[in-house]
Nanobody, 116 residues
Framework: QVQLVESGGGLVQPGGSLRLSCAAS????????MSWYRQAPGKERELVAA????????NYADSVKGRFTISRDNAKNTMYLQMNSLKLDDTAVYYC?????????WGQGTQVIVSS
């Protein structure tokens, strides 16, 4: 069955870095556009970054531009989010999403806490 499993979250100090991974299985990963979303306590889920199926196109929320980098390895069926210069406001549960035409799959999320 379709699975998206996020990993790499944790507790980090402001200014630190984390690398999130999203391992996909059960579908043809290379066909799907992929994205990272996050949801902070009491807030709506928001798009953080997205990458096209081939990896040739990316886009970012203004709040993370220049600090986060999205990438993917279609040979490993895995997407990544490199997060640098983390801020308190980056604290959230981070979710990966796979999209192909009308199909959308979500992972269960990984918690990122930025705290001193």
């Amino acid at each position: 069955q379709v699975q998206l499993v996020e990993s790499g979250g944790g507790l980090v100090q402001p200014g630190g870095s984390l690398r999130l991974s999203c391992a996909a299985s059960g579908f043809t990963f290379s066909f799907y556009d992929m994205s990272w979303y996050r949801q902070a306590p009491g807030k709506e889920r928001e798009l953080v970054a997205a990458i096209s199926a081939t990896g040739g196109s990316t886009n970012y929320a203004d709040s993370v531009k220049g600090r986060f980098t999205i990438s993917r390895d279609n040979a490993k069926n895995t997407m990544y989010l490199q997060m640098n210069s983390l801020k308190l406001d980056d604290t959230a549960v981070y979710y990966c999403k796979a999209t192909y035409r009308w199909l959308n799959y979500w992972g269960q999320g990984t918690q990122v806490i930025v705290s001193s």
